[in-house]
């Protein structure tokens, strides 16, 4: 009977407890400021909490007291991988507001497409980089930075800035691009590939890589649509839903590129699937650079676009305009829109609720990257502590966008 | 008189013992020192790999890069979570560090030479022991206390982590470690480093690595068990910065932190010696007729390709996870030199 109770308190004294773990907000592959709350047996996930909001600015209260142009570089600093396709999301919203969508001369829309096409291959090669070194491929992630190099400089190029571009305003884009930056786009049209196919001979291939990939977080078509999944998250479980190509907004639908999808929904068809999506951004590209047209940059509407910059020092009317212009803005009519892009993340939508002055009463974000990150403790349950880092690259968060 | 020069050590034994200190001084400078040209190597190594230039800054090729580096990890300021096991965590990296310069007592860097003056032959080597193979296991095997305790002492949940995996994956690699070490044992039909060597002496073709067939298997369960026993990627699961932050070292700072290095990069360079030693013919040349390059060279030589091919795979490879790195370990490496084993076995029974 003495032994028998003895055992027992052995066995309560061996037995493992839970742990809880804080992975992040400081943590090397916490995709920024992400705070996970994991509580482990052992390596094994028991409940995996994302805690979000480390980053929170207040981006949507802020717009309620700016201009509506005055808030196109807060966009930016949303998913700070990709500026332009936040701009774009953005300028169309007001634009369709507006009433003017319909008017963007095709070159304005031509440049926004080249732009965002390679605001997508930038955060792509982030993602999968920064991916690969979170599994401890270092060089793979300096590769992949090398090339992301080669898109940040195509946006100094055409707006002067490499992160925080601004380059589109309500009713057009606001430089205009001169040959050579096209050159350096078809530079980087041809040398892209070849640098995947680098990519794809040191990860797709290798062993390991899949190991740590193939079968983790996979997530089934029907599941990933009720989580609320897009962009290359949803098509990896293999639904095809691309709105770039099922409810075209800007000129997409003059180009022809498909839309890839997976089969398993697992963190290694996510990872293909974004090779993939890099290869037919750059088809985009390269269709809209052979069909560039030529004419203005933006509408010929004064009260929403003012004069160019060297227009105004030598005409008075002009730099009253201007004064106006970034003094009170545009009012927009009363109502609400909704409008969204096919962000690099997934689909960025803006809502905006109009009370007919210069400033939106009601600015909504659509971010990806939040409704996203909410898979985690479905995905992350009953898995090793590796491959949550592993899901979590996998779905490519950004914390800008996700805490706003 | 006569009963003085009986207590007083004869000449030789004093010049003996003078040697072994002298030989004990210079390996354990150019162990302690050879990292700081290791580090340089390996950021240089990285940064060709990455296609960037490296370290370029201070000294020539950023030369001196390293010791800036350990200048600044001396002046650092020392911290001690105030939570943790202070005795503890203060003698881990030393306890790490020991056993992996220890390993150097026994490695032979050459077979001997003649000293001119005092007409001495020294042996290039501090000790020939008839176990050294034995030796080296045993005292390698005291390291990852070092891991453990430090990661235990830290008192932090990830430094933990960090040295449950440690324990784990050294202990299950040790195994196949010591297997492959049996089967250089069985191919040499001896447990001293020295005769190893003798073994191998004369043309390429009587290296291990070409004892056919088994020598290549038994290269390659040797190479993959040491790459684990390393904790360098693929096989870095107990400082995996992409999951647990640093591992067992994460609570460390200033030289205790560059402790664990060091200990580290010591017992790169110990076992890409041993690399060298069980199956690339040690001191020997390929080819005998070499008479240019001395012995000791040829030794560095091979050693130095194995430490770069260290430092390329873990700039190529990513890691693998805990798990499967245990089902490698168990699964692959220790079945199959149980199998070669008996091959070898045999092999030297029939053959």
Redesign the interface.
Known sequence: MSENENIEDREELLSTKK?T?S?GPQ???AHGVLHLILEMQG?KILRAEPDIGYLHRGTEKIAENLLYHQFTPYTDRLDYMSAMSNNMAYVMAVEKALGIEGDIPDRAEYLRVIVAELARCASHLLGIGAW?????????F??CI?EREMCLDLFEMISGARMTCSYMRVGGVRYDADQKFFDKVRDFVRILPEKLDEYNK??TG?R??I??NRDIGAISAEDAINFGFTGPNLRASGVPWDIRKDTPYSVYDRFDFDVPVGEKGDCFDRYLLRMAEMRQSLRIIEQALDSMPDGPIAVDIPDVVPPAKDAIYDNMENLIHHFKYVSSGFTVPEGEVYSAIEGPKGILGVYILSDGTEKPYRLKLRVPSFVNLQVMDFLSKET??????AILSSLDPVFGECDK | MTELTNILPSMATVLQVIMIAVKCVIIAGIVMNLPIILVWLERKV?GH????PGPMRIGPHGLLQSVADGIKLIFKEDIIPSKADKIVFIIAPVIALIPAMTVFVTIPFGDSIMIPYINQEVTLYIADFNVAILFILAVGGISVYGFMLGGWASNS??AL?GSIRAAAQMISYEVAFSFAAIGVVMMTNSLSLVDIVHAQDGWFTNWNILYLPVGPVWFCIFFVAALAELNR??F?MSE??????AGYQVEYSGMKFSLFALAEYSAMVSISVLCVIFFFGGWNAPIPGIPIVPPVLWLIGKTFVFIYFFMVIR??????????LMTIGWKVLIPLSLVMILITGLMRILL
Do not use: C
């Not at chain 1, 979170?134 to 793979?140: C, K, P, S, V």
């Not at chain 1, 090793?384 to 880092?389: F, G």
């Open positions: 742990v773990i992975m943590h090397p592959s390596e690969a070194v979170d599994m401890g491929a270092l060089t793979a300096l590769y090398r040191l990860l290798n390991i890589w190991q740590r090793y502590m590796a491959d949550v880092v | 990285a790999i990455q296609q960037r949940k990830y982590l990627i693929p870095d995996d910065e992409g999951s647990l932050a700039f190529t490879l990513p890691r693998y996870r805990y798990d499967q």
